[in-house]
């Protein structure tokens, strides 16, 4: 009986995710964060943030890799398939419904606008999510540094159109902390032979 709770409560909740943020997956982060980690206490923080690293990194929907790490964490196969779905059908029906039946959508000069406005929305969800990541995150200078060119970067790269794909640009970060790693292990054995 509680797990069947569990299982609606998690169902219900991404649903309730996917219906109400438009923007995809980078705009539902902030929901996500506040829904499963300050109200639910489903995940920490720390595990959050892991989580939007491991999701943007991966294939797929940053919002459904989210979505499935919870569910799988709550309640197995079963909570992973549910919150995968909740999240994913209100955005599918919504534009199963829009296509359906209105061909000329985004002609309307009233939903055009609403959408410029969403845009903007959006945006700021977006870097809503990003200040409070960069607040939690540990101050540690190796990440701020690797954060801040990588911000650089990808600012560049869009300013100047140059064709550099972003996960480069993770290798990169990640081939740097690795052999930071290496780098502190190394260094911790030897201290360790001279003692």
């Known amino acids: 009986m509680r797990k069947n709770k569990l299982l609606l409560d998690l169902l219900l909740t991404f649903m309730k995710i996917g219906l109400f943020t438009f923007g995809g997956g980078s705009a539902m982060i902030p929901m996500i964060e506040n829904t499963c980690v300050e109200k639910r206490k489903w995940i920490t923080h720390d595990e959050m943030m892991n989580i939007t690293v491991i ?71 977006i870097i809503d999510a990003a200040v409070n990541m960069i607040k939690k995150m540990q101050k540690r200078i190796l990440a701020i540094t690797i954060m801040l060119c990588s911000f650089v970067a990808t600012l560049l790269i869009n300013i100047f159109s140059w064709n550099i794909s972003s996960i480069i640009l993770m290798l990169i970060a990640a081939g740097i902390s690795f052999a930071w790693f290496f780098v502190i292990s190394i260094s911790k054995l030897r201290g360790g032979e001279n003692k």
């Open 55 to 125: 999701a943007e990194s991966t294939p797929g929907p940053i919002a459904i890799n989210c979505a499935t790490y919870i569910g799988y964490q709550q309640a197995g196969i079963i909570g992973s398939l549910l919150t995968t779905l909740g999240v994913a059908i209100p955005s599918f029906l919504i534009i199963f419904i829009i296509s359906a039946f209105l061909n000329n959508f985004l002609e309307i000069i009233f939903i055009a606008k609403a959408f410029k406005g969403i845009k903007i929305a959006v945006g700021i969800l």
